[in-house]
């Protein structure tokens, strides 16, 4: 491993572990992204926050994520936080694998649009779009 890289080994990975819910963050690229996993424990309901990069490592992460509920655990959404390069390599290929859709905000959801892009964030609701 390149030492540019800074990751959390998969125990680390969790580092809030609530009544409802865990929160798990791994850290991603040569930019040390941080990926964050929410997961429900009763529900299995699961928002990934930025889809930065290594698919291998997120999908690790989804995986780890499954001690944390007895339910079956369910990646019900991604977020985009902002539309740099570095917050996006990693979505079309998640997007691809689980066919989840993607949220982002108001600013940022047209240059992030493409066509793994299902959804963006306007004002407080979320508005799905075509595939283009």
């Not at 694998?97 to 600013?107: E, F, H, L, N, Y």
Request: charged fraction near 20%; proline fraction near 3%.
């Amino acid at each position: 491993m390149n030492s540019v890289f800074r990751r959390l080994k998969p125990m680390d990975s969790l580092i809030h572990s609530l009544r409802d819910i865990t929160i798990r963050r791994i850290s991603v690229s040569e930019m040390d992204n941080n990926v964050y996993l929410l997961t429900g424990r009763a529900s299995g309901a699961q928002l990934l926050i930025d889809a930065a990069d290594d698919l291998a490592a997120i999908q690790g992460l989804l995986a780890d994520a499954a001690a944390d509920t007895s339910a079956t655990p369910k990646l019900a959404l991604i977020a985009t936080t902002h539309q740099h390069w570095d917050h996006v390599r990693a979505l079309p290929g998640l997007v691809e694998a689980t066919g989840v859709k993607t949220a982002a905000g108001t600013d940022d959801a047209p240059s992030c649009r493409c066509r793994w892009m299902s959804c963006w964030i306007t004002g407080t609701s979320a508005t799905s779009t075509a595939s283009t």
